[in-house]
């Protein structure tokens, strides 16, 4: 009895980390054309959030050039499209760890695009918040409240399940927010 325990105790490790090492971006298919007017979500976000009339790359219209737009994450200013990030709010790798990795290959797609989970941000603020969740990462003070807002409608859209830390300064910066 004494070994069988044992042989379940390893196959129940080797489940655990099997599911934590199986998170793989490439399953998670962002920047979608799900329209088919060559724009896909990355472009049409540029050209949504663009606060100057964007210009393209050709006269087809498919690939934004300029515009200009600001990180949410830190405010700095861009007026040339490759020099953007859009970022995924709620991270795919934090999404696939807290309930998105058992989701349909067609549910982790339209979360990847989901214009409600994506912003402009530029790459060293991508970069710097990463797969983190709040716990470990927040925008720059005047953001806060927008992204936690975020953070709580997606959480409860797509039913991901936040960890007692995040979950904590979840709480902790909508209440702020409220008092402002």
């Not at 379940?8 to 298919?29: F, H, K, N, P, T």
């Not at 200013?77 to 990795?101: E, M, Y």
Request: charged residues 30%; positive net charge.
């Amino acid at each position: 009895m004494k070994a069988f325990f044992s042989v379940l105790l390893m196959s129940l490790v080797i489940c655990s980390e099997g599911i934590a090492d199986s998170y793989s971006r490439s399953d998670w298919r962002h920047w979608s054309d799900y329209d088919r007017d060559c724009q896909n979500t990355r472009q049409e976000l540029l050209i949504e959030t663009s606060l100057i009339e964007p210009e393209f790359t050709h006269r087809n219209k498919c690939t934004v050039k300029t515009g200009l737009w600001f990180g949410a994450y830190t405010g700095e200013a861009f007026a040339v499209a490759r020099d953007v990030d859009i970022d995924h709010v709620i991270p795919l790798k934090w999404a696939s760890d807290h309930g998105g990795l058992a989701w349909s290959p067609l549910l982790k797609k339209v979360f990847a695009n989901d214009p409600d989970n994506l912003i402009v941000t530029g790459a060293s603020a991508n970069r710097r918040k990463g797969a983190r969740g709040p716990s470990e990462y927040m925008p720059r003070e005047k953001s806060r409240c927008e992204y936690v807002r975020r953070w709580t409608f997606l959480l409860s859209k797509y039913e991901l399940k936040a960890g007692s830390k995040d979950a904590k300064i979840i709480s902790r910066t909508r209440k702020a927010c409220n008092d402002l």
